[in-house]
């Protein structure tokens, strides 16, 4: 039960993160206003939960 | 100033290819589903903790530097007037001619109205969504600055404490007027018009 919810938080780790590498990349190859604060604000704050997220689910099975 | 052309491109290309190394790690965990192990991690950690953060970096820069870009003001349709002007070899507005200064030249719409400070860069971003978000809910309003325009941001460049500033008639009278910033450097008849909007014609 518990490492099928922590299975369920990488993949949801990893698909934040591939949303927030998508709005990166459309911000470099589209530099115009919104896709540039789409990236540095939502893009940026999506990232860094993915990447909490991906620690949580590591530093909490390593607890015994 | 800031990244050159080719140092920009570098960064773009660095970002692209650091998401499409991570979204493919990421993509092929999600496809294939493996076990969380120990090397099922370090590939996430790979894909989410050290390509992703090198690539949002890369973008951020890139972000930052396109945003100081003339033509990156001028996508706002709103702005339209002001930086085709600005680009306008034969305008006599103030923003033409700063244009066509090599120091400003490309990024002259943010040398000019960038705040001043420490966190300058920061500040003036920050204001950048106000702007954004005004485009956005009142797109037809024209656009208008939100405070006084500072005679720092001239001074930045124009020193008011060089001898020859003193040695022009109009700058003695109101020095301190100028010093203390109660009389702007582009009030009528001294350096405006600034923009079209403001009165520039063209010659």
């Given at each position: 039960m518990i490492r099928?919810?922590?299975?369920?938080l990488a993949?949801?780790?990893?698909?934040?993160?591939?949303?927030?590498?998508?709005?990166?990349?459309?911000?470099?190859?589209?530099?115009?206003?919104?896709?540039?604060?789409?990236?540095?604000?939502?893009?940026?704050?999506?990232?860094?939960?993915?990447l909490v997220l991906f620690l949580v689910v590591v530093f909490v099975r390593r607890r015994p | 100033m800031g990244f050159s052309v080719a140092a920009l491109r570098v960064l773009v290309g660095s970002t692209v290819a650091l998401a499409g190394i991570s979204a493919l790690i990421l993509v092929v965990f999600l496809v294939r589903r493996p076990p969380l192990g120990g090397m099922t991690k370090a590939w996430l950690l790979m894909g989410i903790g050290v390509l992703s953060p090198l690539a949002?970096?890369?973008?951020?820069?890139?972000?930052?530097?396109a945003s100081k870009r003339r033509e990156f003001c001028g996508s706002c349709?709103?702005?339209t007037p002001y930086v085709a002007d600005a680009a306008?070899?034969?305008?006599?507005?103030?923003?033409?001619?700063?244009?066509?200064?090599?120091?400003?030249?490309?990024?002259?719409?943010y040398v000019c109205h960038k705040?001043?400070?420490?966190?300058?860069?920061?500040?003036?971003?920050?204001?950048?969504?106000?702007?954004?978000?005004?485009?956005?809910?009142?797109?037809?309003?024209?656009?208008k600055l939100y405070s006084p325009y500072l005679n720092r941001r001239c001074t930045e460049c124009h020193s008011m404490t060089l001898p020859g500033f003193d040695d022009e008639p109009e700058h003695a009278t109101i020095k301190t007027e100028l010093r203390a910033g109660t009389t702007s450097c582009v009030t009528a008849g001294c350096h405006a018009p600034v923009h079209p909007s403001t009165g520039g014609k063209k010659s």
């Open positions: 099928s919810s922590h299975e369920r993949r949801v780790a990893a698909i934040l993160t591939l949303v927030a590498l998508a709005l990166m990349v459309w911000s470099v190859l589209d530099p115009r206003p919104l896709s540039t604060v789409a990236a540095m604000t939502v893009g940026q704050v999506i990232g860094t939960t993915s | 949002a970096l890369a973008g951020n820069i890139v972000g930052f530097e349709h709103t702005m306008d070899s034969g305008s006599k507005t103030l923003a033409a001619f700063h244009s066509r200064n090599e120091h400003q030249g490309e990024v002259s719409c705040n001043y400070g420490l966190f300058a860069s920061a500040t003036t971003k920050v204001r950048g969504f106000r702007h954004l978000w005004a485009y956005y809910t009142h797109p037809d309003r024209p656009p």
